[in-house]
Structure formats: C-alpha cells, structure tokens
C-alpha cells in the first residue's frame, strides 16, 4: 500500500503554538489541590476564613519577627510615600485655593482632627495604609461625620454567620443589576482574632459601600484580578522561602 504524503496541514498541525506552562513536566510542582481544570475566580483560592485570615496572621509573624522583613517593608514605605501626600487646591480663585490649603493643612498636620485615635497626623495614617496593604493585603477607612478617619484592620472583615447573602469574608456584593459592585463591609467588633469562632450578624455592623453615589467606605487593597474581592498580602509568595532562608541563616550561623 503506498504512503500517504505529508501535507502542509500535517506539519503545521505537528507545529502548534501552545504554552508551555499549560504542559506537564517534571519541572513543576504538584499543584492540583489549587487549579480547577475549568478555570476559576480569583476568590476560590482564599474561599475560607480559617485559609485566608490564617495567611494574615503567618504574614504578621514575618513581619513582626524576621531579621529583615520588617525593615525592608518599612524602608519601602518610606521610599514610596517620601514626605507624604500633599493637597495641589486649583479653582481658578487665589484667595480660595489659599483658604482651602489653610484648611488642609490644619486638618492633615493635627492628630485629633484627622485619626479618630488622636494619635496619628495624615502622614501617619499613610504609611500605616501602605504598610498593612503591603502585609496584611488590604486595609479599611471610615470617614466619620466630624471629618476624622477611623481605619479597621482586615481581620475584623468577616462574613456573619450562616449568612444567606452574597459575602466575599465581609465584603457584600451586588450579583444583580450591577455585578460585582460593593454593596456593604461588615465589619465585627473590636477586636476578633483570626481564629475567633465565625461572628453572628448581631456582632457586626455593616457600613454601606455608597450613599447616594457618596463613597463612605474606602477600601485600600491591591487586586491581581478583576474578580478578587480582598487583597491578598504581599508576603504570600515568598513566605515558604522565607522559612528555608531562616534554616540557612541558622545553619551557617552554627557552622561559623
């Protein structure tokens, strides 16, 4: 029987221009019990409280704890913010741009006018936002009516308990008209530990994302999806490696 000769079609289809990273190899690690064949939303991997507020706490421990994290964040914060945000006031009126940089700098420059603590000036309550975006993952401000800013740490962000609304670990949203739009923040009462039993809607209060297209929750966070609903620290990828630095650290610490 005579050979069927090889077509253009034959060659280019031997000839395929897929990814590598989408074919198994004995390059890389085992990662079924994290990837859905189908593909999936950026919520899936932190889809529970015990998984993600636990990261929140590990990424606190480095840290609080490593010889160098800490500093290198810190570093980082200053590097970026520099001297701080400042207020560039343009109406076209002089003697109104004047007013209100006056007022700004009143306001910004006086720990009890700006944190609702009374601790922190502007610049103050802006490296904490940086720096717990950077560890935590995301970072909550609420304006209060007497114009100070009142910020909640990510771990009070909780979903009540046996809740039947769409609540992404404390972050409503709206699957309707407008999906995916923030709806409210339930917020739990000082102080939850990561590891604190799922509150009931009883101990939380939730705070309205808009009102009346007024924005009256502000939600510091870097997302790496469209569809990620809380942040997700920055010390996530590194945190096994940081680990093995400490056995080196230590190992070549009892060899000298």
Request: glycine share 8%; hydrophobic share 35%.
């Amino acid at each position: 029987m005579a050979r069927r000769k090889s077509t253009i079609a034959d060659v280019m289809t031997g000839a395929r221009a897929d990814y590598d990273a989408a074919k198994k190899t004995r390059f890389k690690r085992d990662r079924a019990g994290s990837m859905i064949a189908t593909g999936s939303a950026a919520d899936f991997h932190y889809r529970t409280e015990q998984a993600y507020f636990g990261m929140i706490e590990q990424a606190r421990e480095l840290f609080r704890n490593h010889a160098l994290i800490g500093q290198a964040v810190r570093r980082l914060v200053a590097n970026i913010l520099s001297g701080g945000f400042t207020l560039d006031v343009q109406t076209g009126d002089k003697s109104l741009n004047a007013d209100l940089s006056a007022r700004w700098s009143e306001w910004s420059q006086d720990p009890d006018k700006c944190d609702i603590q009374g601790e922190q000036d502007f610049h103050g309550l802006e490296k904490l936002t940086l720096q717990q975006v950077i560890v935590d993952g995301d970072l909550i401000t609420l304006p209060t009516i007497d114009g100070e800013l009142q910020q909640i740490e990510s771990h009070r962000l909780r979903t009540p308990y046996r809740t039947r609304r769409n609540i992404v670990h404390g972050v409503q949203l709206n699957n309707d008209d407008k999906p995916r739009r923030r709806e409210a923040y339930w917020i739990a009462y000082e102080d939850v530990e990561a590891y604190y039993p799922v509150p009931k809607a009883g101990e939380m209060t939730a705070y309205p994302a808009r009102v009346d297209g007024v924005r009256k929750v502000f939600h510091h966070y870097m997302p790496d999806r469209t569809s990620q609903t809380r942040g997700v620290s920055a010390f996530a990828p590194p945190m096994e490696t940081a680990g093995m630095g400490d056995d080196l650290f230590f190992a070549q610490l009892v060899k000298a």
